[in-house]
């Protein structure tokens, strides 16, 4: 079973304009053939996909979040990364990573396609 672990803890507050990486340490996955992706989730809205990277290391952003958004790997950490840059105040909300266990259809981020979650990462982006 795959399980994910978002390090860093549970709350981030970062300045209008800043960066930051979160990270999400994944076990349990087959290497060869698995969806890991990250989504976030604001007060009172869906959660919503950013992107995802599969085990062939394609990647998928969702329209918008190109550019500001990097999503990337380690294996040997075992652990997904997601970069932010030119953070907003409208980039508040609960961060989560995720995964599925097979590569097909990774692209498509709908959080009902994913069968596995981290405990989530809320960043707070203050002016």
């Known amino acids: 079973q795959i399980q994910l672990r978002e390090s860093g803890g549970a709350s981030v507050q970062v300045g209008v304009g800043g960066s930051l990486r979160l990270s999400c340490e994944v076990s349990g996955y087959n290497y060869s053939n698995h969806c890991l992706g990250w989504f976030r989730q604001a007060p009172g809205k869906e959660r919503e996909g950013i992107a995802s990277?599969?085990?062939?290391?394609?990647?998928v952003y969702t329209p918008g979040t190109r550019g500001r958004f990097i999503i990337s790997r380690d294996n040997v950490q075992n652990t997904l990364y997601l970069q932010i840059s030119s953070l907003r105040p409208d980039d508040t909300a609960i961060y989560y990573c995720?995964?599925?266990?097979?590569?097909?259809?990774?692209?498509?981020?709908?959080?009902?396609?994913?069968?596995?979650w981290g405990q989530g990462t809320q960043v707070t982006v203050s002016s």
């Open positions: 990277i599969d085990s062939e290391d394609r990647l």
């Open positions: 995720a995964a599925k266990p097979r590569l097909w259809a990774c692209g498509v981020l709908v959080a009902s396609r994913f069968n596995y």
